[in-house]
């Protein structure tokens, strides 16, 4: 709108200009009438092109503007074209009128015709005021009419041209959106789809979850037609609906049917099939959805069974009878299972035949009078033990070893066994599932036979109650409660409950004396009250009475299904209703359906860029409104440009692409990339190759990293000024290392001289004047001997401690036991001497450590043991291992005189020491020095003890 009223001020501006001024300025420049006439006559001519040019700017903005919807101008715009228009028809006039203002008002007083008024015109001629000839006064205007008209023409058909290619472009686009949208709800992984010609039956098309239900891949299954793949029964159905929708009597139709996997098992599935007809009216694809619901199937079955069984029970029929119908129901809901039931004896040691239809009959008396115990196959383990046994494969389980080739024999080779439990878990029987393939419990098979032993316990335990019992109520309620699913009884005429179960007390949260106080339509939300009354007058014998909501007492809402069977309670008419908790189903459902929404959008909404690309050419196809945001371009605009365009190097993205089709997947490759401004960034990439409207595609997720390659860059450059700092310390390390092993050598030489000379001239004077010297005096020099000779060890010592900072360690794996062994071999003197017991158990074992630093720390560890050993009574040392995961520990174990451990930091410091050096010599620096050594090697050294129990010193070393 500002556009459009910019160029009409702009153009009002032009026409004042023109017409009062233009006409003066001639007036002033020109002097020749016929010249002057010229001039005016191009001078409108320009006028004509000006307003033309209006004409045909208005309508281009006013079709950009309006470009959006493909329709003619609304009525305010008609309006605005009109009033355009005549004002330019009134600047028109008024130019007019103003160059003829004179001659026009004397021709109109004097009444004068065309033609009279053109020949009096001729006289004006000399005049000023007469400034162009009439004849070109004509043509002017009509000039600007035909100019008018093919401006509005001219703009009236760009307007149409250009709504019509916007419309078109956004068709294109919501087409391709459609189609991308369908692709992506076509993969889903929650449901089978596949599309099916109508002329060759052949799979065109099928998704990863329908090649996961049947187990085939996706060639294999092309090459397949639908009725190839269906269960014979159910040929002649599906035959029958394909047939109708062809025929053009329905568009869509549903089933359940049972398909035939690959290895050989029937599943049951859902199938919804709608058939895509051509404007001809001809089906050209048929799309089918498909719902793997074998296992709610198998539920059903079971609660169907369920029914049956307690119907059978509660018509007295024979035990075995019904237990054989509960084997036949098992046998029918497993395909290829067979079921048997084996009851245990009066005296709970011996199983009998119960109900065994399937097995062979020299199986049958070959298990008849088994005694049950472990390895007594599965049923004798499973009743032996109280516990279900399941046999994946008798031909290699120990429990079948003595049964294993009468099993052969007939042909099994699994066996899920569950014992049948009394309502006091005694053992009554076992309920076995027998298959002619290796087969282990599946996770719904596990409540099926859970379901089936119960009833098989209901039958049992009904059949051996007494007769008065059986045919009592007590034996119906017994029946009722022992029910793991709710159950009630209703009378037919009012409605009331007359008896409930203990699931439904549990699943409903009533009380019994408060469930019996309800009416059956007060467990339905009002608005399925109605329904449920007008319902129950029309049910008669065993019926599934459907699915509905059921009211807890807290109010909360559930879904449930019903199977409900006429009865007489207690002389009333009534009926038995058996109920099944479906919410979670239902939620699950409901998740689906939301999950399927969340999954289209999954990609416009991921937290991160996402862009795909054509696999033969590289050619951008998609990118979500993340990527827009990294690259800095609207996707309209990416879409279409080589992917290479967006690389800083184009050479990276063809070593990229070699790896992707060498790998099919890539994670976390880094790469240099740009924006469409051309701003480098560092990104992460994450591709996969895909299927993207109907050909090859990769699909990237992409990662900005710049800003932590920035940061490695940062850390690389001080890594370098580190380093380079390290190396300056080392050598100044080395130098203060050299000199200090210098000065110890010197020390060493220095301070051994002198004591050699003290302990040299005090022995000779003990050999040569000790006659001379008095009792005391001898002492005195025993005493500088020996403070001589403990000057040295200190000395010797110290050496060694700094030889242990100063020596090279020397890696290696060290054999342990032979180490252990050498040290002991040094002090086997001593230790006989002392009479020190030494147990030693050292298995073989190998760990990563310095030979001699490691020899160094045992020698003073077995010292340091040898000398608090000194006063017990029966000195011993124990010394063992034992290994962790990734290390392995040394233990050095004495009964010596102990520690406090409130000291136990202070013994591992140099010249440290806890008892007086006169009880007990030493130096003070041997545990140090068994530290430092094991932290050089990269492990540790800790102690435990009790004072007067002894001490235990522990290495902790590398494997």
């Given at each position: 709108m500002r556009n459009r009223l910019k160029i009409v001020l702009a153009y009002a501006a032009f026409a004042a200009l023109w017409i009062f001024g233009s006409d003066r300025l001639l007036t002033l420049a020109v002097q020749d009438p016929l010249l002057l006439g010229w001039i005016g006559t191009l001078k409108g001519f320009v006028f004509v092109a000006v307003t033309s040019l209006l004409l045909h700017l208005l309508l281009r903005t006013w079709a950009r503007t309006e470009a959006a919807a493909p329709s003619f101008p609304p009525a305010r715009g008609l309006v605005g074209m009109l009033l355009v228009l005549l004002l330019i028809v009134f600047l028109i006039g008024f130019s007019i009128v103003h160059l003829y203002n004179l001659q026009?008002?004397?021709?109109?007083?004097?009444?004068?015709?065309?033609?009279?008024?053109?020949?009096?015109?001729?006289?004006?001629?000399?005049?000023?005021?007469?400034?162009?000839?009439?004849?070109?006064?004509?043509?002017?205007?009509?000039a600007v009419a035909v100019a008018m008209v093919a401006a509005v023409a001219g703009a009236a058909l760009f307007l149409g041209w250009q709504q019509q290619r916007v419309h078109r472009q956004k068709l294109i686009a919501q087409s391709t959106e459609s189609d991308r949208l369908l692709k992506l709800f076509f993969d889903l992984p929650f449901v089978g789809m596949a599309i099916t010609s109508p002329v060759t039956k052949h799979w065109l098309h099928v998704n990863d979850r329908l090649c996961e239900m049947l187990g085939y891949t996706r060639e294999e299954l092309m090459e397949l037609t639908w009725a190839e793949l269906t269960h014979p029964d159910d040929i002649a159905a599906d035959i029958a609906h394909f047939e109708r929708a062809l025929r053009r009597e329905s568009d869509s139709y549903q089933m359940v049917k049972r398909f035939l996997r690959k290895d050989g098992a029937t599943i049951y599935a859902t199938i919804d099939v709608k058939a895509v007809r051509s404007t001809s009216g001809a089906v050209e694809l048929f799309v089918a959805t498909i719902e793997d619901i074998s296992a709610r199937h198998q539920m059903e079955m079971m609660q169907r069974g369920n029914a049956l069984v307690l119907e059978a029970l509660v018509r007295n029929e024979p035990l075995d009878a019904v237990l054989a119908s509960l084997t036949n129901l098992v046998g029918s809901v497993l395909p290829g299972a067979i079921g048997s039931v084996l009851l245990l004896d009066a005296d709970g040691k011996h199983l009998r035949r119960g109900a065994v239809a399937g097995l062979p009959e020299f199986f049958n008396q070959a298990v008849d009078g088994v005694e049950i115990g472990e390895g007594v196959g599965s049923c004798g383990t499973a009743a032996f033990r109280g516990e279900r046994v399941v046999v994946a494969d008798i031909a290699t389980d120990p429990l079948w070893e003595n049964y294993r080739d009468l099993a052969a024999q007939a042909n099994l080779r699994a066996c899920w066994s569950e014992p049948i439990l009394s309502s006091d878990s005694r053992v009554l029987g076992t309920f076995a599932v027998y298959f002619s393939e290796p087969r282990d419990l599946g996770a719904n098979d596990d409540k099926l036979l859970r379901?089936?032993?119960?009833?098989?316990?209901?039958?049992?335990?009904?059949?051996?109650?007494?007769?008065?019992?059986?045919?009592?109520?007590?034996?119906?309620?017994?029946?009722?409660?022992?029910?793991?699913?709710?159950?009630?009884?209703?009378?037919?005429?009012?409605?009331?409950?007359?008896?409930?179960?203990?699931?439904?007390?549990?699943?409903?949260?009533?009380?019994?004396?408060?469930?019996?106080?309800?009416?059956?339509?007060?467990?339905?939300?009002?608005?399925?009250?109605?329904?449920?009354?007008?319902?129950?007058?029309?049910?008669?014998?065993?019926?599934?009475?459907?699915?509905?909501?059921?009211?807890?007492?807290?109010?909360?809402?559930?879904?449930?299904?019903?199977?409900?069977?006429?009865?007489?309670?207690?002389?009333?008419?009534?009926?038995?209703?058996?109920?099944?908790?479906?919410?979670?189903?239902?939620?699950?459902?409901?998740?689906?359906?939301?999950?399927?929404?969340?999954?289209?959008?999954?990609?416009?909404?991921?937290?991160?860029?996402?862009?795909?690309?054509?696999?033969?050419?590289?050619?951008?196809r998609y990118g979500n409104r993340r990527a827009e945001a990294q690259f800095g371009i609207k996707r309209e605009q990416g879409i279409g440009q080589p992917a290479s365009d967006f690389y800083l190097d184009p050479t990276e993205r063809d070593r990229f692409l070699a790896r992707l089709l060498r790998e099919t997947t890539v994670t976390d490759e880094e790469l240099h990339l740009r924006a469409a401004d051309g701003a480098p960034f560092w990104a992460q990439l994450s591709a996969a190759i895909i299927e993207f409207e109907g050909e090859s595609a990769i699909f990237s997720s992409i990662n900005d990293i710049s800003a932590r390659k920035q940061a490695e860059d940062e850390v690389r450059q001080l890594n370098v000024v580190l380093e380079q700092r390290v190396t300056e310390r080392t050598a100044q390390l080395q130098a203060v290392n050299k000199e200090l092993e210098t000065f110890a050598y010197s020390v060493s030489h220095d301070l051994k001289a002198p004591l050699r000379g003290i302990d040299g001239y005090s022995q000779l004077l003990l050999e040569t004047h000790a006659a001379e010297l008095d009792e005391e005096g001898r002492t005195f020099l025993a005493n500088i001997r020996h403070g001589a000779r403990q000057m040295a060890r200190l000395i010797e010592d110290l050496l060694a401690y700094s030889r242990i900072e100063r020596r090279v360690l020397q890696t290696d794996q060290v054999d342990l036991p032979r180490l252990l062994q050498t040290t002991i071999a040094e002090r086997a003197e001593e230790i006989a001497a002392r009479g020190v017991t030494m147990k030693v158990d050292i298995p073989p074992q190998a760990v990563t450590a310095d030979r001699d630093g490691l020899a160094m720390a045992l020698r003073n560890l077995l010292d340091n043991a040898l000398k608090f050993t000194r006063d017990a009574l029966h000195p011993a040392i124990e010394i063992g291992i034992r290994r962790e995961a990734h290390s392995c520990i040394l233990w050095v174990r004495d009964n010596g005189i102990g520690f406090d451990m409130k000291f136990h930091e202070r013994i591992f410091e140099i010249f440290q020491r806890l008892q007086l050096v006169e009880d007990f010599p030493g130096t003070g620096i041997g545990l140090a020095i068994v530290r430092r050594a094991l932290q050089r090697m990269g492990g540790r050294v800790w102690a435990e003890s009790t004072p007067g129990q002894g001490a235990t010193f522990y290495l902790e070393l590398p494997i």
């Amino acid at each position: 709108m500002r556009n459009r009223l910019k160029i009409v001020l702009a153009y009002a501006a032009f026409a004042a200009l023109w017409i009062f001024g233009s006409d003066r300025l001639l007036t002033l420049a020109v002097q020749d009438p016929l010249l002057l006439g010229w001039i005016g006559t191009l001078k409108g001519f320009v006028f004509v092109a000006v307003t033309s040019l209006l004409l045909h700017l208005l309508l281009r903005t006013w079709a950009r503007t309006e470009a959006a919807a493909p329709s003619f101008p609304p009525a305010r715009g008609l309006v605005g074209m009109l009033l355009v228009l005549l004002l330019i028809v009134f600047l028109i006039g008024f130019s007019i009128v103003h160059l003829y203002n004179l001659q026009l008002r004397q021709a109109a007083n004097a009444g004068l015709n065309v033609d009279q008024i053109a020949a009096w015109m001729a006289e004006w001629r000399g005049d000023t005021e007469v400034r162009v000839p009439l004849k070109y006064l004509v043509f002017w205007v009509s000039a600007v009419a035909v100019a008018m008209v093919a401006a509005v023409a001219g703009a009236a058909l760009f307007l149409g041209w250009q709504q019509q290619r916007v419309h078109r472009q956004k068709l294109i686009a919501q087409s391709t959106e459609s189609d991308r949208l369908l692709k992506l709800f076509f993969d889903l992984p929650f449901v089978g789809m596949a599309i099916t010609s109508p002329v060759t039956k052949h799979w065109l098309h099928v998704n990863d979850r329908l090649c996961e239900m049947l187990g085939y891949t996706r060639e294999e299954l092309m090459e397949l037609t639908w009725a190839e793949l269906t269960h014979p029964d159910d040929i002649a159905a599906d035959i029958a609906h394909f047939e109708r929708a062809l025929r053009r009597e329905s568009d869509s139709y549903q089933m359940v049917k049972r398909f035939l996997r690959k290895d050989g098992a029937t599943i049951y599935a859902t199938i919804d099939v709608k058939a895509v007809r051509s404007t001809s009216g001809a089906v050209e694809l048929f799309v089918a959805t498909i719902e793997d619901i074998s296992a709610r199937h198998q539920m059903e079955m079971m609660q169907r069974g369920n029914a049956l069984v307690l119907e059978a029970l509660v018509r007295n029929e024979p035990l075995d009878a019904v237990l054989a119908s509960l084997t036949n129901l098992v046998g029918s809901v497993l395909p290829g299972a067979i079921g048997s039931v084996l009851l245990l004896d009066a005296d709970g040691k011996h199983l009998r035949r119960g109900a065994v239809a399937g097995l062979p009959e020299f199986f049958n008396q070959a298990v008849d009078g088994v005694e049950i115990g472990e390895g007594v196959g599965s049923c004798g383990t499973a009743a032996f033990r109280g516990e279900r046994v399941v046999v994946a494969d008798i031909a290699t389980d120990p429990l079948w070893e003595n049964y294993r080739d009468l099993a052969a024999q007939a042909n099994l080779r699994a066996c899920w066994s569950e014992p049948i439990l009394s309502s006091d878990s005694r053992v009554l029987g076992t309920f076995a599932v027998y298959f002619s393939e290796p087969r282990d419990l599946g996770a719904n098979d596990d409540k099926l036979l859970r379901i089936a032993a119960n009833l098989a316990a209901l039958a049992i335990h009904s059949k051996r109650s007494e007769q008065t019992l059986r045919e009592s109520e007590a034996r119906f309620r017994l029946l009722f409660e022992r029910n793991p699913a709710p159950m009630l009884v209703y009378e037919r005429a009012s409605l009331k409950l007359l008896a409930v179960n203990e699931a439904f007390m549990n699943q409903y949260g009533y009380s019994r004396e408060e469930a019996l106080a309800l009416l059956l339509p007060d467990l339905y939300p009002e608005p399925e009250k109605a329904a449920i009354v007008a319902l129950i007058p029309q049910l008669h014998g065993h019926v599934f009475v459907g699915e509905w909501h059921h009211l807890r007492k807290d109010g909360t809402l559930i879904n449930i299904v019903a199977y409900s069977h006429d009865i007489n309670f207690e002389g009333r008419d009534a009926r038995i209703a058996v109920l099944h908790d479906i919410t979670e189903r239902k939620l699950a459902e409901d998740a689906l359906r939301v999950s399927e929404l969340r999954y289209r959008t999954l990609l416009e909404t991921a937290p991160f860029p996402v862009v795909i690309t054509r696999l033969r050419d590289g050619i951008l196809r998609y990118g979500n409104r993340r990527a827009e945001a990294q690259f800095g371009i609207k996707r309209e605009q990416g879409i279409g440009q080589p992917a290479s365009d967006f690389y800083l190097d184009p050479t990276e993205r063809d070593r990229f692409l070699a790896r992707l089709l060498r790998e099919t997947t890539v994670t976390d490759e880094e790469l240099h990339l740009r924006a469409a401004d051309g701003a480098p960034f560092w990104a992460q990439l994450s591709a996969a190759i895909i299927e993207f409207e109907g050909e090859s595609a990769i699909f990237s997720s992409i990662n900005d990293i710049s800003a932590r390659k920035q940061a490695e860059d940062e850390v690389r450059q001080l890594n370098v000024v580190l380093e380079q700092r390290v190396t300056e310390r080392t050598a100044q390390l080395q130098a203060v290392n050299k000199e200090l092993e210098t000065f110890a050598y010197s020390v060493s030489h220095d301070l051994k001289a002198p004591l050699r000379g003290i302990d040299g001239y005090s022995q000779l004077l003990l050999e040569t004047h000790a006659a001379e010297l008095d009792e005391e005096g001898r002492t005195f020099l025993a005493n500088i001997r020996h403070g001589a000779r403990q000057m040295a060890r200190l000395i010797e010592d110290l050496l060694a401690y700094s030889r242990i900072e100063r020596r090279v360690l020397q890696t290696d794996q060290v054999d342990l036991p032979r180490l252990l062994q050498t040290t002991i071999a040094e002090r086997a003197e001593e230790i006989a001497a002392r009479g020190v017991t030494m147990k030693v158990d050292i298995p073989p074992q190998a760990v990563t450590a310095d030979r001699d630093g490691l020899a160094m720390a045992l020698r003073n560890l077995l010292d340091n043991a040898l000398k608090f050993t000194r006063d017990a009574l029966h000195p011993a040392i124990e010394i063992g291992i034992r290994r962790e995961a990734h290390s392995c520990i040394l233990w050095v174990r004495d009964n010596g005189i102990g520690f406090d451990m409130k000291f136990h930091e202070r013994i591992f410091e140099i010249f440290q020491r806890l008892q007086l050096v006169e009880d007990f010599p030493g130096t003070g620096i041997g545990l140090a020095i068994v530290r430092r050594a094991l932290q050089r090697m990269g492990g540790r050294v800790w102690a435990e003890s009790t004072p007067g129990q002894g001490a235990t010193f522990y290495l902790e070393l590398p494997i």
